[in-house]
């Protein structure tokens, strides 16, 4: 796949979300896509169109059925676990529902999840997530210096969703391993994408063949008592919703969480703000979303559709650049400066329409527990090496390493 | 003032809860309704402003001023 990393001459026609320069900042090129070729295209990792404009990716998240969720990674997955999965979907159905589901089939299995997710169960969690946050911080206070994002951000998701899932939180960083390696490292890496697909999915089988046997009121027992249209759901089924559960919520959030410090340990004029004046966060998380919202999605082109002049042509991929979105200023005032106190904020970091973000509860209270509770303890901090920053990019882009001293 | 939610529109966000609790109702997943057959107490009126302006379904209007 070396060919795939030429360098990038005109981002309309050739863009590469992979290019290290834009993986770091990627403002610029969204800036010059939206005015000169709002849908861009490029013939790299399996051909796509991608959508920079707000009011474009507004529109193109409603127009189903022509464009699909059935394979939401913008990057294709090897010819053979292409096979694979499609063989599988015959047989059984949506491989990870709701966000390989498109409707009908999307709504009851997102309604089957959302019970966990709704801002009250979510709060159930928080005493939890402070306790961790807080445990993470004894453990770094005193060291002057940490990896914020490795030693803090990347720690926090993998054991909230574990609790949550009724899996054991101290095997936490296995799971960041396996997302990982199915999700950021397995992008472009075919062989790893396989093979972490089958640790997922072999863990959860036997995860479910446990509870089949010790029923329990955990979300796995839930699932398997649960019914879709009259029907139990079949194992299939309930190790794609597992494994979308624990994959979804650990590079993304920790990716924001990451992000946030990031900005802060930057600019030191935002990060004496938040310590004065601590009742921002709600609005200073909702602006860090926004501006470094870290998700972009797939949809595959089922059927030819036009959308600001351009029409995107089936067999390819879409991308909904939410993060790009974002930044649009035909939305957002300043919309290329973080305003910790923006009042209209309209930010799509977690998706809008039917497949909006069923974590976004989760993510945003892990947010909230994550920078209150390093701010508590942390107060004054910043970048000790900002060469050695490091950003993963393409689908999930947030900072690797974030070196810190305080 | 008065507000009304479309729930055809309702992707459930939580923005409106977050930021005017006592103006939105959210069912057990998570969709919002507006509470009061959306009247909106004096002195809530830029609370209320607030949720239109950061539902990013555009979910939420006033219906009358
Ligand atoms: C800041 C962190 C997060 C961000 C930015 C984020 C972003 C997104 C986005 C943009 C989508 C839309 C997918 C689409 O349109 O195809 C999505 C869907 C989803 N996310 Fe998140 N997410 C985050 C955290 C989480 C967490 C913590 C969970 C917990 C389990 C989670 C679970 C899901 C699920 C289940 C879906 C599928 C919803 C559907 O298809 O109806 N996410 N997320
Ligand atoms: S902010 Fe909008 S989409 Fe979200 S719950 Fe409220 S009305 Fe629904």
């Given at each position: 796949m070396s060919d795939e990393h030429r360098p990038v001459e005109d981002w309309a026609t050739d863009y590469d979300i992979f290019d290290p320069d834009y993986v770091k900042e990627p403002g610029p090129v969204w800036d010059d896509?939206?005015?000169?070729?709002?849908?861009?295209?490029?013939?790299?990792?399996?051909?796509?169109?991608?959508?920079?404009?707000?009011?474009?990716?507004?529109?193109?998240?409603?127009?189903?059925?022509?464009?699909?969720?059935?394979?939401?990674?913008?990057?294709?997955?090897?010819?053979?676990?292409?096979?694979?999965?499609?063989?599988?979907?015959?047989?059984?159905?949506?491989?990870?529902?709701?966000?390989?589901?498109?409707?009908?089939?999307?709504?009851?299995?997102?309604?089957?999840?959302?019970?966990?997710?709704?801002?009250?169960?979510?709060?159930?969690?928080?005493?939890?997530?402070?306790d961790l946050c807080n445990t993470l911080i004894d453990g770094l206070v005193d060291k002057g210096q940490c990896d914020a994002a490795a030693e803090y951000a990347q720690q926090i998701p993998p054991r909230v969703i574990a609790r949550i899932l009724g899996i054991d939180p101290a095997r936490g960083a296995e799971f960041t391993e396996w997302t990982q390696g199915v999700l950021e490292l397995g992008q472009t890496n075919p062989e790893l994408r396989t093979k972490y697909r089958r640790i997922i999915r072999d863990f959860f089988a036997e995860l479910v063949a446990h509870r089949r046997e010790n029923p329990s009121d955990d979300v796995v027992s839930t699932l398997i008592a649960a019914e879709v249209e009259g029907e139990a759901l079949s194992d299939h089924s309930i190790?794609?919703?597992?494994?979308?559960?624990?994959?979804?919520?650990?590079?993304?959030?920790w990716s924001s969480i990451g992000a946030a410090l990031w900005h802060f340990a930057g600019h030191p004029e935002d990060r004496r703000r938040?310590?004065?004046?601590?009742?921002?966060?709600?609005?200073?998380?909702?602006?860090?979303?926004?501006?470094?919202?870290?998700?972009?999605?797939?949809?595959?082109?089922?059927?030819?559709?036009?959308?600001?002049?351009?029409?995107l042509t089936p067999g390819e991929k879409l991308i909904l650049n939410f993060p790009a979105a974002n930044r649009d200023p035909e939305v957002f005032d300043r919309a290329d400066e973080v305003v910790l106190d923006r009042e209209r904020n309209r930010h799509v970091a977690f998706g809008i329409g039917i497949h909006r973000c069923a974590g976004s509860n989760l993510a945003r209270m892990e947010m909230d527990v994550a920078l209150r509770t390093w701010f508590e303890r942390i107060p004054e901090f910043e970048l000790s090496d900002p060469d050695a920053v490091t950003w993963a990019g393409g689908q999930v882009r947030g900072p690797r390493s974030i070196p810190v001293r305080y | 003032m008065r507000i009304r939610v479309d729930s055809e529109k309702c992707e459930g966000h939580n923005r409106c809860k977050a930021l005017a609790a006592e103006l939105f109702d959210l069912d057990d997943l998570g969709y919002a309704s507006a509470v009061a057959e959306g009247v909106v107490p004096p002195g809530a009126e830029d609370q209320a402003r607030l949720a239109v302006s950061n539902c990013p379904e555009f979910a939420i209007e006033i219906v009358e001023d």
């Open positions: 896509l939206r005015q000169r070729c709002p849908i861009a295209h490029t013939k790299r990792w399996g051909g796509s169109f991608m959508a920079t404009r707000y009011e474009d990716v507004q529109q193109l998240v409603r127009m189903t059925p022509e464009l699909s969720s059935r394979s939401p990674t913008i990057v294709p997955p090897s010819p053979e676990l292409r096979e694979e999965m499609i063989a599988e979907v015959k047989a059984y159905g949506s491989e990870n529902p709701p966000i390989t589901a498109d409707p009908p089939e999307h709504k009851p299995y997102k309604q089957l999840i959302l019970p966990f997710f709704t801002p009250k169960a979510t709060d159930s969690y928080r005493a939890f997530t402070e190790i794609g919703i597992c494994n979308l559960l624990l994959v979804a919520g650990i590079d993304t959030t938040m310590v004065r004046e601590p009742d921002l966060f709600p609005t200073a998380i909702e602006e860090l979303l926004r501006f470094y919202g870290p998700v972009m999605m797939g949809r595959r082109i089922l059927e030819p559709v036009t959308i600001a002049g351009t029409e | -």
